[in-house]
């Protein structure tokens, strides 16, 4: 009966044959790809969520009147990305020259400045955490990289001690470099995919919430808080 041979490229064998630098990189990878999924799914659910309800526009546009659709709005835009334009620009409204500094500014003028300032945090809120996704997806190769020059050092250290070529001094770093450049590339796939993914709803988005205030401030330049046109 052939004895079993003892696997040189199981996950077991590579952690024990690792040294402290070698676990350091695949415990950096758990991490990235732990961080990375975090996103992928509370951005990817949050992106959905808002196109889902692209239509309230719609719905604050078909209101009889403003008080009307701000609640509409307000109640259908469960993700809070459109309901701040039309709400900070109601109540730049009712304010109707409040005395401060920028209450020296045209009534036109301030509601520019309000919705411009609507649109920043929106913006924020939706490009909050790509920069860290698009950082994992440009450097989880590289750190599996290191794994791979490193267990490569092993295997000529290996080799070198033992003054002649050995399979199964080679193997186990081999196999080692092999499986951190696998882990590099596991982690930085679905990232990169993600962002751009993300990337491109975020760009539909932003470019709705631009048209919606520039509509928001046509409207609300010459009227009171009830929706009147003014003198």
Known sequence: ????????????????????????????????SLVSWYLILSKGLSAWRVRRTAGALDTFWNAPNLKDG???????????????????????????GAPMLWGELTPGEQLTRVLR???????????????????????????????????????????????????????????????????????????VLAYNGLNRANRLTLAELDAFAHDLLAYLRDRDISGERVA
């Open 117 to 191: 300032q609507a649109i920043h945090r929106s913006t924020a809120r939706l490009e909050n955490g790509l920069t860290l996704l698009a950082s994992i997806g440009a450097t989880a190769p590289f750190v599996g990289l290191l794994g791979t020059v490193w267990g490569i050092y092993h295997a000529l250290a290996a080799v070198s001690m033992a003054g002649v070529v050995q399979i199964d001094k080679v193997a186990g770093p081999v196999g080692e470099a092999l499986i951190m450049t696998a882990f590099g590339l596991v982690v930085a796939i679905p990232a």
């Open 1 to 32: 009966m052939t004895p079993a041979l003892d696997n040189q490229f199981s996950l077991a064998r590579y952690w024990e044959q690792g040294d402290a630098i070698g676990h350091a990189v695949a415990w950096l990878l758990l991490a990235m």
């Open 70 to 96: 701000l609640a509409a709005l307000k109640l259908a835009d469960v993700e809070s990305v459109y309901a701040p334009l039309a709400l900070l620009g109601a109540a730049q409204v009712a304010l109707d």
